[in-house]
């Protein structure tokens, strides 16, 4: 297994923004499916944002319209731009590899169907 390595968490105030990075190997994510999953202290993981194949993209409720993924192919790395955060958006936010052989699958964001997860990276939000 190989595992992806998050960056760019950080402490902001509320309404603030930050870019979250997620460098993957193993796989070429323009033919893959990749997620942005959080998990706040106390509460279960969830899924925040997928990525499968070049464009086609998710979001989940808490985040749509706030959240942004993207991808440099080149670079094989998978962000997560985060706009207007708010204090319920600070958690533990992990990038993982997804079933490219489905794109409902992937992009349904279920934490069963992903694998090879990272260590994660912090982020807090201060009101």
């Known amino acids: 297994q190989v595992h992806p390595v998050e960056s760019g968490g950080d402490s902001v105030q509320t309404g603030g923004s930050l870019r979250l990075a997620c460098v993957v190997s193993g796989y070429s994510i323009v033919s893959g499916c990749t997620g942005w999953f959080r998990q706040a202290p106390g509460k279960e993981r969830e899924g925040v944002a997928a990525?499968?194949?070049?464009?086609?993209?998710r979001y989940t409720a808490p985040v749509k319209g706030r959240f942004t993924i993207s991808q440099d192919i080149a670079e094989n790395t998978v962000y997560l731009q985060m706009s207007s955060l708010k204090p319920e958006d600070t958690a533990m936010y992990y990038c993982a590899r997804g079933p490219a052989w489905s794109r409902s699958y992937c992009l349904n964001l279920q934490t069963a169907q992903f694998g090879d997860w990272g260590q994660g990276t912090r982020v807090t939000v201060s009101s």
């Open positions: 990525i499968f194949g070049a464009d086609i993209t």
